[in-house]
Structure formats: structure tokens, C-alpha cells
């Protein structure tokens, strides 16, 4: 065995890099538990269900309506449940189906402006801190937190994709 793969090795498994890792795998989970809990009462002080929250964030970011099917990629959610979260966030007045101008068949969701505006005042009160949180770091360490962030969502996706494909089961 090389020097550099003997060296790679004992630092997974011990060391200061093991511990490392040991803390980090217990650090992501409590952070993972502690943003679920946050998107939950988030969502109990607009009575919407997490998953809705988590919708009206992702419509925001994809910049006009966009169709249930959409809806249903964006949330990893069926079209028959895509559908049943657009009724709820329709009824709760976030969203509005309007006939696409282009294709008079097609039906596109988009949010309510008044409403979004007032989720984000919400978001905006709630912001504050989360920027105080990196003011002391540096651009490099910015940087680093998104390229983490953007890692992160990417294999979360392809986790999801392996649960729902059954690859963990049996």
C-alpha cells in the first residue's frame, strides 16, 4: 500500500480527520432536524403544511407560473399530490391557476403577489439573524458554505431519487 493511501486511510478512520467527520455526521443531523422543526412552525403560523411552505419557497425562485407538473418535479411530489398542494395553497389565496396565453389547454399555477409579498415580510423578520450568522467570515469562507450548500442539495436529490427508486429496500 502507497504512503499517501495508508495516510488517506488513517485519517478517515481516526485522527483528527475522523473526529472531524464523527462531528460533522452529528452536527448534519441536528442541523437537518433543527431546519425541519423551523419549516414546521413556520408552516403552523401560516396553517399551511410543511410542504406547501417548501412549494411557495420554490415557486419564488423559478421567476413566473409554471405548470402542476412542475409543481410535482420541484417537490418530488405525484401529480395527483401536486395537485392537492396547489388546491391548498390556492384555497389558502398563495396561488392562482390561470390559463397559459400561449396554449389555451395548459393551466399554470402562479403565486399571488399580495400574498407573496406578506411570506416574504415574514422571511424578512425571520432573516435578520441569518445574516449576522456570517458577517465575521470572509468571501473564501462564504464561498465554501455555498459550494456546501449546492453539494449538498445535489446528493440530497439523488438520495431522494435512491429511496424512491426502492434501492433501499429488501
Same mark, same amino acid.
Given at each position: 500500500?502507497?504512503?499517501?493511501?495508508?495516510?488517506?486511510?488513517?485519517?478517515?478512520?481516526?485522527?483528527?480527520?475522523?473526529?472531524?467527520?464523527?462531528?460533522?455526521?452529528?452536527?448534519?443531523?441536528? %442541523?437537518?432536524?433543527? %431546519?425541519?422543526?423551523?419549516?414546521?412552525?413556520?408552516?403552523?403560523? &401560516?396553517?399551511?403544511?410543511? !410542504?406547501?411552505?417548501?412549494?411557495?419557497?420554490?415557486?419564488? &425562485?423559478?421567476?413566473?407560473?409554471?405548470?402542476?407538473?412542475?409543481?410535482?418535479?420541484l417537490t418530488?411530489? /405525484? /401529480?395527483?399530490?401536486? /395537485?392537492?398542494?396547489?388546491?391548498?395553497?390556492?384555497?389558502?389565496? %398563495?396561488?392562482?391557476?390561470?390559463?397559459? /396565453?400561449?396554449?389555451?389547454?395548459?393551466?399554470?399555477?402562479?403565486?399571488?403577489?399580495?400574498?407573496?409579498? $406578506?411570506?416574504?415580510r415574514m422571511?424578512?423578520?425571520?432573516?435578520?439573524?441569518? %445574516?449576522?450568522?456570517?458577517?465575521?467570515?470572509?468571501?473564501? $469562507?462564504?464561498?465554501?458554505?455555498?459550494?456546501?450548500?449546492?453539494? !449538498?442539495?445535489?446528493f440530497s436529490?439523488?438520495?431522494? $431519487?435512491?429511496?424512491?427508486?426502492? $434501492? &433501499?429496500?429488501?
Amino acid at each position: 500500500m502507497a504512503k499517501s493511501e495508508k495516510a488517506a486511510r488513517e485519517n478517515t478512520s481516526g485522527g483528527r480527520r475522523g473526529l472531524l467527520m464523527s462531528e460533522l455526521s452529528v452536527e448534519s443531523r441536528r %442541523y437537518m432536524a433543527s %431546519y425541519a422543526l423551523f419549516n414546521q412552525a413556520v408552516a403552523d403560523h &401560516l396553517a399551511l403544511h410543511p !410542504t406547501d411552505v417548501q412549494c411557495l419557497n420554490l415557486l419564488g &425562485l423559478e421567476g413566473g407560473p409554471v405548470t402542476t407538473g412542475r409543481v410535482a418535479e420541484l417537490t418530488g411530489l /405525484t /401529480t395527483g399530490s401536486a /395537485t392537492r398542494l396547489v388546491d391548498r395553497l390556492e384555497k389558502a389565496g %398563495y396561488v392562482v391557476r390561470e390559463r397559459d /396565453t400561449a396554449d389555451r389547454r395548459r393551466v399554470l399555477v402562479a403565486t399571488v403577489p399580495e400574498k407573496v409579498a $406578506e411570506f416574504g415580510r415574514m422571511w424578512g423578520k425571520l432573516s435578520g439573524g441569518w %445574516y449576522e450568522l456570517f458577517e465575521g467570515l470572509d468571501d473564501d $469562507e462564504l464561498a465554501l458554505l455555498i459550494g456546501h450548500m449546492r453539494r !449538498t442539495v445535489e446528493f440530497s436529490g439523488a438520495q431522494v $431519487e435512491r429511496i424512491r427508486g426502492g $434501492e &433501499l429496500d429488501g
